[in-house]
Each structure stands twice: as C-alpha cells, then as structure tokens.
C-alpha cells in the first residue's frame, strides 16, 4: 500500500483489527475545509440566535473585521548631496563666473561698489594696474580680493622662467599655469561671495596671452578694463621700478605701442595720464557700471 509523499504513515495495525484508535486520515492529510462545527444547544430560558446560513463556498464568507493598517511613516526626502567642502569654505562648482544680470530699465544705474564682481584690469608696465587694483579692492564697500598674475608667476622660485630674458615654452608653460592658478581663485572666490579684481598685460594681438584664456577660465563674466596712459608716464613709472619687475625703456615702448591696439576693440580704455590712483579707482567705478548694464562683447 502507498501513501503520498511527504505525509506521515498510519500507525500499523493486527490482522483483524482495524486502524489504531486515535488516528484520523483527516488529521493527517490536509483537505477541503468541512464547515463549521455545529453549535451547543442554547441553555434553558436563553433566546435562540438566528443561524446565519453557510456560505456556498466554503472559506469565501466575509472576512472577520481587521482594523485598518496604520499609515507608513513619512519618509524624508533624501538629502543633496554636501558640496565638496575645504575646512567650512565651499568649493567652487566649476561652472564659469556668467554675465552680470542686466537691471531693468526703470532701476537706477547699479551701483559697483557694492555688486559682485570679477574684473580683469590690462595694461602695459607701468601703467598702474597693480597700484589701482589694491586700492579699489581696499575701498569697496563689499570684500574684494585682488590676485596679480605677476605675483602668482613668482611663487615659483627654483626654476622662475623670466620672461625678460626671452619669452620661451617654458615662460610661456609658467605663464598659462599661472593664468590657470588666477583663475580658479577667482572663482573660488566668486562662489563665496568675494568681489576680486584680476590683472595682467594683455595682449591684443596674441592668442597665447590674449583675453581668451581668461575667459575661459573665469568665465563669460569677467569685465576687462584697459588702462592706458601715454608712453611717458610708462617710462617714467617703469624707472621707479627695481628687480625684475623692471624693463628696458625699448621692451616698455614695444609693449605700450602693442597695447594701442585695443582701441577700437570695444573694451573700455582709461586713460590715466593726468589721474592719481584714487581718481582712477574712482573713474573705474564709473566704467564698471555701465560695462554691468550694458556687458562688452569680447
């Protein structure tokens, strides 16, 4: 005799005598439900309960009442990730400064004493760039940071590719790095909410040393301002100088003649010949704002 796999075998049994008393098959192998079992009768002087009457199918009665499931807790919606951090500075997005937002034409002209700005001063030796730069960052009304290209060209020590002793692919390498380096302080800064002023000799008619690396690594925004006094005033600026920061009265008239070139460029051009720094810091604020209303294309 076989039975199912998997169920338990009856107990066996003596010939002549049936299944063992207190095994059931039922017990045993699972079937169909057999309904409910039948009621006690009602004690005496108690009223008798209508029956409901069994379901059709068995198992498809109404289900006994189950409190409703308690709500989900809410989840919070998971946090952005923290921005790249350095000490409690955030970092810089790596997306360029972009233009200054235009005022509506009802506003009054803004005020560039007190806008985030990134500004890029050009200008041959002894033009005044360094000098006008530090005081129209020590004068604003908001922090501004000033970043010289020469002073970052010199944190090299051993190894300072001079350009006055020849421009090279080495002066050139130290140039670009430096230019890199100024930069990503400027945005650095930017991000932080500190105004900085950037200068630089700029050349119009050298890619290599042009205004298309600082724009790209600034950034659209940046607003570049010529300074441009006449050759005297450079000369006799660039006599005042000593160490290497000093040129030869021909490199100083080659570069100041390179330089005109910027005129008829769009860029605004200062002429500070007749002007101290406060005066030109002062006029610099004056460009600046209508460069912030009205952006040059460059």
Not at 29 to 49: E, K
Not at 99 to 113: E, F, G, N
Request: charged share 15%.
């Amino acid at each position: 005799m076989q039975h199912p796999v998997g169920s338990p075998l009856p107990p066996p049994h003596q010939p002549g005598h049936g299944p063992a008393l207190g095994w059931s098959p039922a017990a045993h192998h699972p079937g169909p439900p057999q309904g409910p079992a039948p009621l006690p009768p009602p004690a005496p002087g108690y009223p008798v309960a209508p029956r409901q009457a069994p379901s059709p199918h068995p198992g498809s009665g109404p289900a006994p009442h189950q409190p409703p499931p308690a709500p989900a807790p809410h989840q919070p919606a998971p946090a952005a990730p923290a921005p790249d951090t350095t000490g409690h500075v955030p970092l810089p997005p790596g997306g360029p400064v972009a233009v200054p937002s235009v005022p509506p034409a009802t506003a009054a002209a803004p005020d560039p004493t007190t806008t985030t700005l990134a500004v890029l001063l050009i200008g041959p030796a002894g033009a005044g760039k360094t000098s006008v730069a530090k005081y129209w960052a020590d004068h604003r009304r908001v922090p501004t940071a000033h970043i010289s290209l020469d002073d970052v060209r010199e944190w090299v020590r051993s190894g300072f590719a001079d350009p006055q002793t020849g421009w090279n692919e080495h002066s050139e390498a130290q140039y670009r790095l430096a230019r890199r380096t100024c930069g990503f302080s400027a945005r650095n800064f930017l991000a932080n909410g500190i105004s900085c002023i950037l200068d630089d000799a700029v050349f119009p008619d050298r890619p290599v040393v042009g205004l298309g690396g600082w724009k790209r690594h600034v950034g659209p925004g940046l607003l570049p301002v010529v300074l441009l006094p006449g050759l005297d005033i450079v000369l006799e600026r660039n006599a005042e100088r000593s160490g290497n920061r000093r040129l030869t009265d021909e490199e100083v008239a080659r570069i100041h003649g390179r330089m005109a070139g910027w005129y008829g460029s769009g860029l605004p051009i200062i002429d500070n010949s007749q002007l101290d720094i406060p005066e030109t810091a002062h006029l610099l604020d004056e460009v600046l704002s209508r460069s912030i209303a009205s952006p040059p294309n460059w």
